[in-house]
Nanobody, 116 residues
């Protein structure tokens, strides 16, 4: 059974940092590209970053470039999103995603709130 579990969200002041985790089970994470998405209240879900399976290449959407870093620990079957210099506009529920064998799988999400 494929499962993704996000954790690490919370309340942080502008300029602060958080590290999100996406723990996978039911499949080998490094066989697939993994993406982070976010959804703010009243907004569409949007992509944030992804990491490829074969060579570990990473990609970032413009709003987070230079501030967020995606990484993968294959031994722990976990993908991370290090978020630095957080801004109020980063406030959202963050989800990880894998597209595997024709199906999309999502975690339950973790809330990130950036506020003073």
């Amino acid at each position: 059974q494929v499962q993704l579990v996000e954790s690490g969200g919370g309340l942080v002041q502008p300029g602060g940092s958080l590290r999100l985790s996406c723990a996978a089970s039911g499949f080998t994470l490094d066989d697939y590209a993994i993406g982070w998405f976010r959804q703010a209240p009243g907004m569409e879900r949007e992509g944030v970053s992804c990491i490829s399976s074969v060579d570990g290449n990473t990609y970032y959407e413009d709003p987070v470039k230079g501030r967020f870093t995606i990484s993968r620990d294959n031994a722990k079957n976990t993908v991370y999103l290090q978020m630095n210099s957080l801004k109020p506009e980063d406030t959202a529920v963050y989800y990880c995603n894998v597209h595997r064998r024709g199906s999309d799988y999502w975690g339950q999400g973790t809330q990130v709130t950036v506020s003073s």
